[in-house]
């Protein structure tokens, strides 16, 4: 691996992490707060699922373990939940039930291949 890509994936890694940030920090906002956050919880977590998308996108697995390379196209539909539940936020003003469903699947997909894709690779790595 190159100087040049590795600078860019560990970008799009910062990208991902800003991005989780985002949706986290937009998810809390009007659970939280006691004073009107408005209407800016819903562009904070709408830019969180844009920027987790393109990192997921931008950043696919190229190795040969297919087991890992499956979890990781998983992760990224965690990122088009995000973006869905997003949409929701917007589309739906009265109730909240459609985006919070659709950000609790992304969450749940998320915490799973995040202790199934290193668990994978260990695997991987102990069989080679």
């Known amino acids: 691996m190159n100087i040049q890509n590795s600078g860019f994936r560990n970008a799009m890694m910062w990208l991902i992490t800003l991005g989780m940030l985002l949706i986290v920090a937009g ?7 006691r004073m009107h956050c408005g209407e800016w ?34 992760e990224s539909w965690s990122a088009i939940f995000f973006c869905v539940a997003a949409f929701f936020v917007f589309y739906d003003q009265t109730s909240l039930r ?16 995040s ?8 695997k991987g790595d102990k069989k080679s």
């Open 27 to 33: 998810t809390l906002m009007p659970m939280i707060t």
């Open 41 to 74: 919880f819903k562009y904070v977590y709408a830019a969180g699922a844009l920027l987790l998308l393109a990192g997921r996108i931008f950043t696919p697995y190229k190795g040969d373990n297919m087991r890992v390379r499956r979890l990781s196209r998983i």
């Open 98 to 113: 459609d985006w919070l469903a659709f950000t609790l699947a992304g969450g749940c997909i998320q915490a799973y291949t």
């Open 115 to 122: 202790i199934m894709i290193p668990r994978a690779l260990s």
